[in-house]
C-alpha cells in the first residue's frame, strides 16, 4: 500500500499508529473519562468532531503563516484556533442539536487542551500532508481516540468487581491496562507501519 | 504560616513541588509527555529542564500581570503566555541540540497544552508574588524533571542496557525491547505509582502500630 494514500493514512492513525496507546497523546482524558462506556463514546464524538475542524483550520492557516514567513507564530496561532473552534462548535451544537449538546456536556470546553489535537495540528504540518491526507488523518486520529477510549471503559467497568490489592487500586490499575491495551496494539504493526 | 520567616516559606513553596505535590506521581498531571519522552534518561531530562524553563518564566510573567489581565479572558492570556515561552523553548533547544530536537519532535511544542503549567498559572502564579510564583514553578518543575528521570532511567537501563548513553549492563545482558516500546512506559508508571502507595501504607501502618 502507498504510504501517502488517505487509506493507509487513516489506517496508520487508527490502528498502527494509535494515537494514544502509540503516541501517548491525550491521555488525561483516557484516563479520567473511561470509567464508563457511554461518556467514553460521547466523549469519542466530540473530540474527532473538533480534530476535524480544527484540523482543516490548521491546514489553512500553515498556508497562511508559510506564505508571509511567519512558521515561529505557528504555535501560537494553533492554539488560538483551536480554543475558538471548540467555543465555535460548542456554539453551535447548542443552536442545532441541543441533544447532543447536553450529552456531551462538560467535555466539549475541556477539549481545547486536549493534547490530542494540537498534536494532531502539529503533525499534519510537520509531515506536510496536503488537504485529503490531513483530513483522513484526523478521521484516523479520532476514531483511533474513540476505539481506544471504549476499549479502556469496557474492560475498567469490569474490573469494578475484581478483587485488585489495595495497593494498585487506581491509578496504578488503569495504566496496567492501558500497557497491555497498548501491547495489543503493537500487533497491528504488522499491516505494514 | 504567618509566624514562619519568610526563607522556611520560600523552602516550602519550593519542596511542595519536589514530592508532596509532585506533578505527575502525586496530581497525575503532564501524563502524555511523561510517558512519551522517557524510553531515554537524556532525553527525559531535556524535556524537564524544558518544561522548567517554561514554568519559571510563564510563572513570572503571569504574576506580574496578574493585576492587568481581566479575569474573562484570564486562560486564553494564560495560553498565550505559555506558547511564547514554548516557542523560545523550542528554537533554544533546536540552536543546542539538533539530536534531542529530533528525538523529541512535536513533544516541544506540546509543552503548551501540558496541564501542569496552565494549572500552576490558575491556582498560583495568578495570585501570588513574582518571587513566589518563580520558586514554586521552579519546585514544579524540578519535581517533574524528577519523575521524568525516574521513568527515563528505568526504561533506558532495562530497554538498552545504558544510562545517559554509557554501556552500564553486561554485554551478555538480554535488553527488554519491551520497555523502549510504549507499553513499558505504562508499566514502569504503573510500576513506581504501586511502590509509592505501598510505602505510604507502609508508613500508615507502622504509624498505627
Do not use: H
Amino acid at each position: 500500500m502507498d504510504v501517502n494514500s488517505p487509506t493507509f493514512i487513516f489506517l496508520n492513525a487508527f490502528l498502527i499508529n494509535n494515537f494514544v496507546l502509540a503516541m501517548f497523546l491525550g491521555l488525561c482524558p483516557f484516563l479520567g473519562v473511561s470509567g464508563k462506556i457511554k461518556t467514553a463514546g460521547n466523549m469519542g464524538l466530540a473530540v474527532t468532531f473538533v480534530m476535524l475542524v480544527s484540523s482543516v483550520c490548521a491546514f489553512g492557516l500553515n498556508l497562511l503563516l508559510t506564505r508571509y514567513d511567519l512558521e515561529f507564530l505557528r504555535l501560537i496561532s494553533y492554539i488560538a484556533v483551536i480554543a475558538s473552534a471548540v467555543q465555535l462548535v460548542e456554539m453551535a451544537i447548542k443552536r442545532f442539536s441541543p441533544a447532543l449538546f447536553r450529552a456531551l456536556g462538560i467535555f466539549l470546553p475541556l477539549i481545547t487542551t486536549n493534547c490530542a489535537i494540537l498534536g494532531l495540528a502539529l503533525f499534519q504540518t510537520a509531515r506536510e500532508y496536503n488537504f485529503v491526507q490531513s483530513l483522513a488523518f484526523a478521521l484516523g486520529a479520532g476514531a483511533g481516540f474513540s476505539l481506544a477510549l471504549v476499549l479502556m471503559a469496557g474492560l475498567r467497568e469490569k474490573l469494578e468487581l475484581a478483587d485488585v490489592p489495595s495497593v494498585a487500586r487506581g491509578a496504578a490499575l488503569s495504566l496496567m491496562i492501558a500497557g497491555l491495551l497498548s501491547l495489543a496494539f503493537m500487533g497491528f504493526a504488522g499491516l505494514g507501519g | 504560616m504567618s509566624e514562619k520567616p519568610f526563607s522556611d516559606i520560600r523552602m516550602e513553596t519550593f519542596t511542595q513541588g519536589l514530592w508532596k505535590d509532585n506533578p505527575v506521581f502525586v496530581m497525575m498531571l503532564g501524563l502524555c509527555p511523561t510517558l512519551a519522552v522517557t524510553n531515554s534518561a537524556m532525553n527525559a531530562l531535556a524535556m524537564g529542564l524544558a518544561t522548567t524553563f517554561v514554568l519559571i518564566c510563564s510563572g513570572l510573567l503571569v504574576s506580574l500581570l496578574r493585576n492587568v489581565i481581566p479575569k474573562q479572558v484570564r486562560i486564553a492570556s494564560y495560553i498565550i503566555i505559555i506558547a511564547t515561552f514554548v516557542t523560545m523553548a523550542d528554537y533554544g533547544i533546536k540552536a543546542i541540540s539538533l539530536d534531542v530536537y529530533q528525538a523529541l519532535g512535536a513533544f516541544i511544542q506540546l509543552i503548551v497544552v501540558n496541564c501542569i503549567i496552565l494549572g500552576r498559572a490558575e491556582a498560583y502564579a495568578s495570585k501570588e508574588t513574582p518571587g513566589k510564583a518563580m520558586i514554586n514553578g521552579a519546585g514544579m518543575g524540578f519535581g517533574f524533571t524528577i519523575a521524568l528521570l525516574c521513568l527515563g532511567v528505568v526504561r533506558e537501563i532495562m530497554g538498552s542496557g545504558t544510562f545517559f548513553g554509557l554501556q552500564v549492563m553486561p554485554d551478555r545482558f538480554q535488553t527488554w525491547s519491551i520497555f523502549v516500546l510504549p507499553p513499558g512506559g505504562f508499566f514502569v508508571l504503573a510500576g513506581w505509582l504501586v511502590l509509592f502507595s505501598w510505602l505510604q501504607e507502609r508508613k500508615v501502618r507502622r504509624e498505627a502500630v
